[in-house]
């Protein structure tokens, strides 16, 4: 079975609504108590992580675009490196290919999808399900296969192959795209609908683990010749 027909998608990162305060992991659109509440309730067992949420959130909310970008750099580099250990089995890490694939998370991925996803909230800030379906839209088919053709052609002209840009993009964009979607349109309209703003990031961060081992398996699969 093809890696890329498992169907998963790429960097998603919401951001604030209304004034609130933005985030990989909480943005605080809605969320009045996004923070400080999470670290309240320290009685019972899971006190300890209540609180490193609350610490994740209070960083999130007075440095929304740095802590996205840095959990964006996060979780590209633990997918190269899940990539090139697990599914390449590589004898040794490619360094340079790991450091390309964090600094495009960091710089391009973090910061790209925060002020996307800020755009899409007050363009479209409609509440319930028909809210979630127009963001849906706008999201999954304008916005994602635009940034996939981004991401994978900044990243194979980093690497210094700028003339396989364009062959990289004609064998993998569409495949990349469909699995965007296989993944990335069932969970994101339950994440927009169901999901209060300030975590639908965090929801989200757990399956852009999964993506990133993916885009980074497609990035660097040998461009077949014609």
């Not at 951001?15 to 609130?20: K, L, N, Y």
């Not at 490619?94 to 495009?104: E, P």
């Not at 509440?127 to 379906?133: E, I, K, Q, T």
Request: with cysteine; glycine share 12%; proline share 4%.
């Amino acid at each position: 079975m093809r890696f890329g027909q498992l169907g998963f998608d790429r960097f998603r990162v919401s951001a604030v609504s209304d004034g609130g305060s933005g985030g990989y992991g909480g943005s605080g659109g809605r969320g009045e108590g996004s923070g400080g509440d999470g670290g309240a309730g320290s009685s019972d067992g899971g006190g300890g992580n209540k609180s490193l949420l609350s610490w994740y959130l209070a960083l999130l909310a007075k440095y929304p675009v740095t802590i996205k970008a840095l959990t964006s750099a996060l979780l590209t580099l633990i997918g190269d490196l899940i990539c090139q250990l697990v599914i390449d089995q590589v004898p040794s890490l490619d360094q340079k290919r790991t450091f390309l694939f964090t600094l495009l998370g960091l710089v391009l991925v973090g910061p790209t999808l925060h002020f996307w996803y800020l755009y899409l909230s007050k363009l479209v800030p409609l509440p319930g399900a028909s809210g979630a379906f127009l963001r849906l839209l706008l999201d999954q088919f304008l916005f994602s296969p635009i940034f996939i053709g981004v991401f994978l052609a900044t990243l194979v002209t980093l690497e210094g192959r700028p003339s396989q840009a364009i062959p990289k993009l004609q064998q993998e964009w569409f495949s990349a795209v469909l699995a965007n979607w296989k993944l990335w349109i069932p969970f994101q309209f339950l994440n927009f609908r169901f999901v209060p703003q300030q975590f639908q990031v965090l929801a989200a961060n757990f399956i852009a683990l999964i993506w990133n081992v993916f885009l980074s398996f497609i990035a660097h699969k040998e461009i077949l010749q014609k």
